[in-house]
C-alpha cells in the first residue's frame, strides 16, 4: 500500500457523507438560454413562423405564395369561370345561353367573336341600355356596369373566359388591355346604347 | 419522503411541457383549420362524406385498418416543368431561346426565368409544379396530406405503420367498388403479394336461388366460390367500401398546390 492512501482518514462510520449545495456555473445558464433561443428561431424559420398555411416542404408563406400555379391561360381560364359564376353568370347564364327576356346570350354571340375587343370590353365597363340585335333577335336591355368596380386583371380573366368558352374563339383580353379601354371610355357618355357601342371602333 | 414538493413540482413540468408540446402547440396551430375553396376554383373542399362513407369511417375503426394502413401523404419536395404551349410566330427564335434552357425538374425561379426567356422569344409557356417525395413516387396521392383533408373525420385515422400502402387517396388511385370488395374479400386474387389478412366475415357466401344477386361480387379468373354460389357484402363491407371510395386528396389547394394535367377529352 502507497503512504499516500495509508496517510487518508477513513470516513468515521456513524457520520454519512453529504455533498454540499453548490450554485451551477453561470456560463452553463447563459449557454443553454442561448441555445434555446437559437434552437426556437430555428424552428420558427423553417416553420414557416407557425404559419397554420405553410406546411413543409415550404419554408415561409412567400415561398408559398410563388409555387401558386398562376400563369398560363388555363389558369387565367379558371379564375375568369370562378368570377364569371358569381357575377355574370345569374343573368347571362353559368353556359353563356342568356336569359329570355334579360340577357342575350354569349355564346355564338356577334359581339363576343369580333376582332378587336373595344366594344367587348367596354360594355361591363360602362353599362349598356336600349335597344340591340344579338343573333338576329332585337332585345331591349338596362345592363349596369358591371366590370367598373372589378379590377382590371379580373375583369380580364372573365372577358377571356367568356371568349373561349361555349363554342367563342377570341384572342384573350389582358389587364393591359382593359386599363387602356377603361381610361379610354372614362370621358364617353354612360351607359352606352346600341348606337354609341356601334360608334366605337370594333 | 424528502424534496417531495420538488419531485412533484419537476414531474409537473415534465408532464406540462410535452402536454404543451403534444397537444397544445399542434391546438393553436392548426386547430383553426376550416373548409377552404380548391385552387382556381370557387368549389369548396372539403365537402363532407356521405353517411354511408360516415358509417364505413367506425368499421374502418372497428377492424382495425388503421393498424397497418396510413392516411397521411408526405412530401419532401416540390419542382417545376416549364411546357411550352405555343411557339409563336417564330417557331426557330424560341427553339433557340429553349435549347440552352433546363426545361424540367427545376425550381420555381429558373422556371419563371425560362417562361420569361421564351415569352421574350414570341412563344407562350406554361409552369407545371409537380409535388415530389417518395409517397408521391408510389402513386399513393399527387400532394401532401393537409389539415384539411382530415376536417370531417371523427376520430382522424392517421396511422402510423406502414404494413399495407397508404389510403389517403385510394378513392382516386382505385375507383372501383367491385375491386375493393373482392380485395376485402380476398386480398391475394388481386394483389399477389398482399400481405393483407381476408375480411370474409364482412360477406356471406349464399346459394344463388334463381336470380343472382345484383350486389354480388365479380372475381378474377380463377378465384370465387364455386358454381351455384355467390359472394354478396354485408352492410359493413359496403359502408367501408363507401368510406374508402370517399377518400380523395386528388384536388390542388393553396397550403399544398400542384397544377393539374390538362383532362384531353378522347374522341
Same mark, same amino acid.
Request: overall charge negative.
Given at each position: 500500500?502507497?503512504?499516500?492512501?495509508?496517510?487518508?482518514?477513513?470516513?468515521?462510520?456513524?457520520?454519512?457523507?453529504?455533498?454540499?449545495?453548490?450554485?451551477?456555473?453561470?456560463?452553463?445558464?447563459?449557454?443553454? /438560454?442561448?441555445?434555446?433561443? /437559437?434552437?426556437?428561431?430555428?424552428?420558427?424559420?423553417?416553420?414557416?413562423?407557425?404559419?397554420?398555411?405553410?406546411?413543409?416542404?415550404?419554408?415561409?408563406?412567400?415561398?408559398?405564395?410563388?409555387?401558386?400555379?398562376?400563369?398560363?391561360? #388555363?389558369?387565367?381560364?379558371?379564375?375568369?369561370?370562378?368570377?364569371?359564376?358569381?357575377?355574370?353568370?345569374?343573368?347571362?347564364? /353559368?353556359?353563356?345561353?342568356?336569359?329570355?327576356?334579360?340577357?342575350?346570350?354569349?355564346?355564338?354571340?356577334?359581339?363576343?367573336?369580333?376582332?378587336?375587343?373595344?366594344?367587348?370590353?367596354?360594355?361591363? /365597363?360602362?353599362?349598356?341600355?336600349?335597344?340591340?340585335?344579338?343573333?338576329?333577335?332585337?332585345?331591349?336591355?338596362?345592363?349596369?356596369?358591371?366590370?367598373?368596380?372589378?379590377?382590371?386583371?379580373?375583369? #380580364?380573366?372573365?372577358?377571356?373566359?367568356?371568349?373561349?368558352?361555349?363554342?367563342?374563339?377570341?384572342?384573350?383580353?389582358?389587364?393591359?388591355?382593359?386599363?387602356?379601354?377603361?381610361?379610354?371610355?372614362?370621358?364617353?357618355?354612360?351607359?352606352?346604347?346600341?348606337?354609341?357601342?356601334?360608334?366605337?371602333?370594333? | 419522503?424528502?424534496?417531495?414538493?420538488?419531485?412533484?413540482?419537476?414531474?409537473?413540468?415534465?408532464?406540462?411541457?410535452?402536454?404543451?408540446?403534444?397537444?397544445?402547440?399542434?391546438?393553436?396551430?392548426?386547430?383553426?383549420?376550416?373548409?377552404?375553396?380548391?385552387?382556381?376554383? %370557387?368549389?369548396?373542399?372539403?365537402?363532407?362524406?356521405?353517411?354511408?362513407?360516415?358509417?364505413?369511417?367506425?368499421?374502418?375503426?372497428?377492424?382495425?385498418?388503421?393498424?397497418?394502413?396510413?392516411?397521411?401523404?408526405?412530401?419532401?419536395?416540390?419542382?417545376?416543368?416549364?411546357?411550352?404551349?405555343?411557339?409563336?410566330?417564330? $417557331?426557330?427564335?424560341?427553339?433557340?431561346?429553349?435549347?440552352?434552357?433546363?426545361?424540367?425538374?427545376?425550381?420555381?425561379?429558373?422556371?419563371?426565368?425560362?417562361?420569361? !426567356?421564351?415569352? !421574350?422569344?414570341?412563344?407562350?409557356?406554361?409552369?407545371?409544379?409537380?409535388?415530389?417525395?417518395?409517397?408521391?413516387?408510389?402513386?399513393?396521392?399527387?400532394?401532401?396530406?393537409?389539415?384539411?383533408?382530415?376536417?370531417?373525420?371523427?376520430?382522424?385515422?392517421?396511422?402510423?405503420?406502414?404494413?399495407?400502402?397508404?389510403?389517403?387517396?385510394?378513392? %382516386?388511385?382505385? $375507383?372501383?367498388?367491385?375491386?375493393?370488395?373482392?380485395?376485402?374479400?380476398?386480398?391475394?386474387?388481386?394483389?399477389?403479394?398482399?400481405?393483407?389478412?381476408?375480411?370474409?366475415?364482412?360477406?356471406?357466401?349464399?346459394?344463388?336461388?334463381?336470380?343472382?344477386?345484383?350486389?354480388?361480387?365479380?372475381?378474377?379468373?380463377?378465384?370465387?366460390?364455386?358454381?351455384?354460389?355467390?359472394?354478396?357484402?354485408?352492410?359493413?363491407?359496403?359502408?367501408?367500401? !363507401?368510406?374508402?371510395?370517399?377518400?380523395? %386528396?386528388?384536388? $390542388?389547394?393553396?397550403? !399544398?398546390?400542384?397544377?393539374?394535367?390538362?383532362?384531353?377529352?378522347?374522341?
Amino acid at each position: 500500500m502507497s503512504d499516500e492512501l495509508k496517510s487518508s482518514t477513513p470516513p468515521t462510520p456513524d457520520t454519512e457523507p453529504v455533498a454540499a449545495r453548490s450554485p451551477v456555473p453561470i456560463w452553463i445558464i447563459v449557454l443553454t /438560454l442561448t441555445q434555446l433561443f /437559437l434552437g426556437m428561431v430555428y424552428f420558427d424559420h423553417h416553420s414557416g413562423w407557425f404559419n397554420s398555411q405553410v406546411y413543409g416542404p415550404y419554408a415561409s408563406s412567400e415561398e408559398l405564395e410563388s409555387y401558386q400555379p398562376k400563369s398560363g391561360e #388555363a389558369a387565367m381560364l379558371a379564375r375568369g369561370k370562378a368570377r364569371y359564376d358569381q357575377v355574370c353568370g345569374l343573368c347571362h347564364g /353559368l353556359n353563356g345561353e342568356g336569359k329570355p327576356g334579360q340577357a342575350p346570350p354569349f355564346a355564338g354571340s356577334e359581339w363576343v367573336n369580333t376582332q378587336g375587343i373595344q366594344r367587348f370590353t367596354s360594355i361591363p /365597363l360602362g353599362g349598356l341600355s336600349g335597344q340591340l340585335v344579338v343573333k338576329g333577335q332585337t332585345w331591349s336591355l338596362s345592363m349596369p356596369a358591371m366590370g367598373a368596380a372589378m379590377s382590371d386583371a379580373d375583369l #380580364a380573366d372573365v372577358l377571356t373566359y367568356i371568349r373561349n368558352s361555349w363554342g367563342n374563339k377570341g384572342s384573350p383580353v389582358t389587364a393591359a388591355d382593359v386599363k387602356a379601354i377603361r381610361a379610354k371610355l372614362g370621358a364617353h357618355p354612360q351607359p352606352l346604347t346600341g348606337e354609341s357601342l356601334k360608334a366605337l371602333p370594333e | 419522503m424528502k424534496n417531495g414538493f420538488l419531485v412533484f413540482l419537476a414531474s409537473l413540468i415534465a408532464l406540462g411541457g410535452s402536454w404543451c408540446g403534444f397537444v397544445l402547440a399542434p391546438v393553436l396551430q392548426l386547430g383553426g383549420g376550416k373548409q377552404t375553396t380548391i385552387l382556381n376554383s %370557387t368549389d369548396l373542399y372539403p365537402v363532407g362524406r356521405p353517411g354511408m362513407a360516415n358509417q364505413g369511417l367506425q368499421v374502418y375503426r372497428a377492424n382495425g385498418c388503421a393498424a397497418c394502413h396510413t392516411e397521411q401523404i408526405q412530401q419532401s419536395g416540390v419542382t417545376c416543368d416549364v411546357v411550352l404551349t405555343s411557339a409563336g410566330k417564330s $417557331p426557330l427564335a424560341v427553339t433557340n431561346a429553349i435549347s440552352s434552357l433546363k426545361l424540367n425538374n427545376i425550381d420555381k425561379v429558373a422556371a419563371d426565368a425560362a417562361v420569361d !426567356a421564351i415569352t !421574350a422569344a414570341g412563344g407562350k409557356a406554361e409552369i407545371h409544379i409537380i409535388a415530389t417525395g417518395p409517397d408521391i413516387t408510389r402513386g399513393w396521392g399527387r400532394r401532401r396530406s393537409v389539415v384539411e383533408d382530415f376536417l370531417y373525420d371523427d376520430p382522424v385515422q392517421l396511422g402510423s405503420l406502414r404494413i399495407g400502402p397508404d389510403l389517403a387517396d385510394v378513392g %382516386t388511385s382505385r $375507383p372501383d367498388a367491385n375491386w375493393q370488395l373482392v380485395h376485402l374479400f380476398a386480398p391475394q386474387s388481386v394483389v399477389t403479394d398482399s400481405a393483407m389478412p381476408p375480411f370474409r366475415y364482412l360477406f356471406h357466401v349464399q346459394r344463388i336461388n334463381g336470380e343472382p344477386s345484383p350486389d354480388a361480387l365479380v372475381f378474377p379468373k380463377g378465384f370465387g366460390p364455386r358454381a351455384g354460389y355467390e359472394v354478396v357484402p354485408t352492410p359493413q363491407a359496403q359502408e367501408l367500401v !363507401a368510406y374508402l371510395l370517399s377518400l380523395h %386528396t386528388d384536388v $390542388p389547394l393553396h397550403d !399544398a398546390p400542384f397544377t393539374q394535367p390538362l383532362v384531353v377529352s378522347k374522341p
